[in-house]
């Protein structure tokens, strides 16, 4: 009885089984284990809870707690699933697998739709847009001149919206991704189709690309 109640306490919670993540992720049995060293490193770096608080988040994409970044925020909102404040290992691994070079194009676009979709009214608004591409740059360490900026957007929205509303819609989305591929790019981490029981330090890396 010892030994089993030990054996319970290994795990904190919103732990789940491999098996079952890996049944509904292209990810392996062995490859949710590797995520799930990975996830207990990033859920005890500032809270010992088994849990990922946004403060741990930002520690693992900056190296600093405390660095505000839209781009991190989104993210992390979106793996916040339950929107309960933290990242389960469950919803680590979900979300996360959207990431996979072998998740389906159309969960890729999805996900970066809703990104993008900061207000989250079903679609993409010309503020928005312009946040989140200031966002990439300095999450990038990348200046360029609001002029330049204002460029980029007003050319995706041209684009883009093509029902000319000023907005994007998930429809317009997809067919200006399916015009423009490289802009799902940053939706593909090549790192996760070879994880082992060893992977030690994955860390989220995005790559501004052009629109």
Not at 149 to 170: F, H, N, Q, Y
Request: charged share 30%.
């Amino acid at each position: 009885m010892g030994c089993f109640c030990l054996k319970k306490l290994r795990h904190k919670a919103g732990y789940e089984a491999p098996i079952n993540l890996a049944s509904e992720t292209p990810f392996t049995v062995n490859e949710v284990e590797a995520l799930y060293d990975l996830f207990k490193k990033l859920s005890n770096s500032i809270i010992d809870d088994g849990l990922i608080h946004k403060e741990e988040f930002q520690l693992a994409l900056f190296k600093n707690s405390n660095k505000q970044n839209l781009f991190a925020d989104r993210i992390f909102d979106l793996f916040d699933v339950k929107h309960n404040g933290v990242i389960e290992f469950g919803e680590f691994v979900r979300s996360l697998s959207v990431f996979h070079p072998n998740a389906p194009e159309a969960d890729k676009i999805a996900f970066l739709f809703k990104l993008y979709d900061l207000r989250q009214t079903g679609c993409i608004e010309v503020e928005e847009l312009k946040e989140m591409v200031m966002a990439l740059l300095c999450e990038n360490n990348m200046s360029l001149s609001g002029d330049v900026v204002d460029l980029i957007v007003e050319k995706t929205m041209i684009e883009a919206d093509t029902k000319r509303d000023g907005k994007i819609d998930d429809e317009e989305w997809k067919e200006f991704v399916k015009k423009n591929p490289s802009v799902i790019k940053i939706m593909t981490l090549s790192d996760l189709k070879d994880l082992t029981l060893a992977f030690p330090s994955f860390v989220m890396n995005s790559e501004v690309r052009d629109l």
